[in-house]
């Protein structure tokens, strides 16, 4: 029995038998075969069908013994290298060790697309990760059906490359993805490029193709695996007292003109006054306002940390608490604190478009984006004493690394004390 490693060399030079079958054993992974099958030819001596070399391997499970076609040997779409061959054949030893038939188990579909992955991915994905947020996965979908399908969605998933993932990152920062699409819900959709989008677009198709291999779809390896990104400096601005309150007084005088709502108006302050994160606050429901104790209670669903934290408590200071009284007094018959305009079932979302065209220019505060309302209240505790864990319970972080960030603020504090020793004695000096 010729046994030899298979590499590309050995299977393209291995000879062709004249009728029935050929086979060459790989020397290193028992029962991992290449078998060759003679070509045939017309009356006319041209031929008919190529010779064909068929990766397989014979395993045992269960004390059973079976046999796995893995695929056609050739670079094409829907064939194996040998390499790649290799690398399943070792999947097939691990899987039938520990009682797997990997014949029963794997579910491959050959010739996958990437457009084809997507959609298993948003249909099955979410009851294999059931703590995952909703409005998350609303998230996914746009990266990967505005983004990753128009430029990768053709793809058969063994052809994706590296390069084709790093093309992919460069046209979605270059803004060739962008587009106005019309939505039935709310009639238009602005989808924007830039490197952040990349940037997410990018680990949100890394995790389908891991969810692809895990659940066997595809074999692998992660072609978004160990691509070299630009690595974007965190982006955070935090407001000064004195902006703060520019902010505040902007949101009184577009009230005041009736440009702005109170219920508008509100959400911006909120998100000032608490921490919270932009749809925490948006999307905030009646049931989830404790008066009695004075603070928000969120159930993890709601959550960025998910079932990871538990339900989110956020404390209401006496400033929030008479916000929320006073909406309450006035409300409809919404379940939501700040519904939408139009229908009766949903919560308002204009709150970038409100924050960009009205709120910004008033306060004279140009660049400054809705979530710095949040590093602002960490800011701002910092400087009045709150340590690091605090901020980060405030703030509802999973873990600490996300308050770290914060770390560097701790010297505005020190400074301050050092600066007021220095002019008890300025006058001396």
């Not at 061959?85 to 491959?108: H, L, M, N, Q, T």
């Not at 006496?318 to 409809?332: G, P, Q, S, T």
């Amino acid at each position: 029995m010729t046994k030899q490693k298979l590499t590309k060399r050995v299977v393209e030079s291995a000879p062709v038998p004249e009728t029935g079958e050929g086979r060459i054993w790989d020397s290193e992974i028992a029962g991992f075969c290449v078998r060759i099958y003679p070509g045939t030819e017309t009356k006319q001596g041209h031929a008919a069908r190529a010779v064909r070399r068929i990766f397989a391997i014979k395993y045992r499970v269960r004390g059973i013994q079976r046999w796995l076609t893995l695929g056609e040997f050739g670079d094409g779409p829907d064939k194996l290298t040998a390499e790649r061959a290799r690398r399943e054949a070792a999947s097939v030893v691990v899987d039938a060790r520990r009682g797997i038939d990997p014949g029963e188990a794997r579910r491959r579909i050959v010739g996958l697309t990437v457009k084809g992955m997507v959609e298993l991915y948003l249909e099955k994905g979410p009851n294999d990760k059931p703590t995952k947020r909703e409005a998350t996965w609303a998230v996914d979908r746009t990266n990967l059906e505005r983004h990753v399908v128009p430029l990768l969605g053709k793809m058969v998933l063994e052809t994706v490359t590296r390069d084709h993932i790093t093309g992919m990152i460069r046209s979605i920062t270059a803004g060739k993805t962008a587009r106005d699409v019309r939505t039935v819900r709310r009639g238009r959709s602005i989808v924007k490029g830039g490197a952040g989008i990349a940037d997410r677009t990018y680990s949100t198709l890394r995790a389908t193709f891991n969810w692809a291999i895990d659940k066997g779809h595809f074999a692998g390896p992660n072609p978004c695996a160990k691509v070299k990104r630009e690595i974007r400096p965190a982006v955070e601005r935090f407001l000064s007292e004195s902006q703060a309150q520019a902010l505040i007084t902007a949101l009184d005088a577009l009230e005041a003109e009736k440009t702005l709502s109170e219920r508008q108006g509100a959400v911006f302050r909120l998100l000032l006054l608490t921490g919270a994160r932009r749809n925490e606050i948006a999307g905030l429901r009646w049931t989830e306002v404790d008066f009695d104790r004075r603070r928000l209670v969120l159930p993890p669903s709601r959550t960025k940390a998910g079932g990871r934290t538990g339900d989110r408590r956020i404390s209401l200071n006496d400033v929030a608490f008479r916000i929320l009284e006073r909406l309450h007094r006035n409300r409809d018959r919404s379940q939501f604190v700040f519904p939408a305009s139009k229908g009766d079932s949903g919560y308002a979302t204009s709150e970038p478009k409100i924050w960009r065209d009205k709120v910004l220019p008033k306060a004279g505060l140009e660049g400054v984006r809705i979530h710095d309302l949040r590093h602002s209240f960490a800011s701002f505790a910092l400087a009045d004493g709150a340590s690091l864990p605090m901020i980060g319970k405030a703030l509802g972080h999973a873990n600490s690394r996300a308050t770290e960030r914060y770390a560097h603020l701790s010297d505005d504090p020190v400074r301050a004390l050092a600066e007021r020793i220095g002019e008890r004695f300025s006058p001396k000096i």
